[in-house]
Nanobody, 124 residues
Framework: QVQLVESGGGLVQAGGSLRLSCAASGRTFSSYAMGWFRQAPGKEREFVAGISWSGGSTYYADSVKGRFTISRYNAKNTVYLQMNSLKPEDTAVYYC?????????????????WGQGTQVTVSS
């Protein structure tokens, strides 16, 4: 069992930056691939970024490529999402997820555990 707690959300102006963190419980964090998803009001939850268990592979949705960076620090059981050049359309609740696989994926069923989410609001 893995419990995930996101933090770092907030209100930021367009063009600004935020760094989200996701702290995981358990001793086997390094064996899970991790991902970030987001859900805007009235929209489906969508994939944002993913990282393999070792951190050697990262992948992104086209909408955030070049602006967001996912990373992980296994010694601290934490995964991060650095978000730069934020746009109003990035406004959403951001969720951290863990997959019992080495790679993860871009679909929600690829992931086994989810956090409660953190709100990110980007003003224009």
């Amino acid at each position: 069992q893995v419990q995930l707690v996101e933090s770092g959300g907030g209100l930021v102006q367009a063009g600004g930056s935020l760094r989200l963190s996701c702290a995981a419980s358990g001793r086997t964090f390094s064996s899970y691939a991790m991902g970030w998803f987001r859900q805007a009001p009235g929209k489906e939850r969508e994939f944002v970024a993913g990282i393999s268990w070792s951190g050697g592979s990262t992948y992104y949705a086209d909408s955030v490529k070049g602006r967001f960076t996912i990373s992980r620090y296994n010694a601290k059981n934490t995964v991060y999402l650095q978000m730069n050049s934020l746009k109003p359309e990035d406004t959403a609740v951001y969720y951290c997820a863990a997959a019992r696989s080495s790679y993860g994926g871009t679909y929600q069923p690829d992931y086994d555990y989810w956090g409660q989410g953190t709100q990110v609001t980007v003003s224009s």
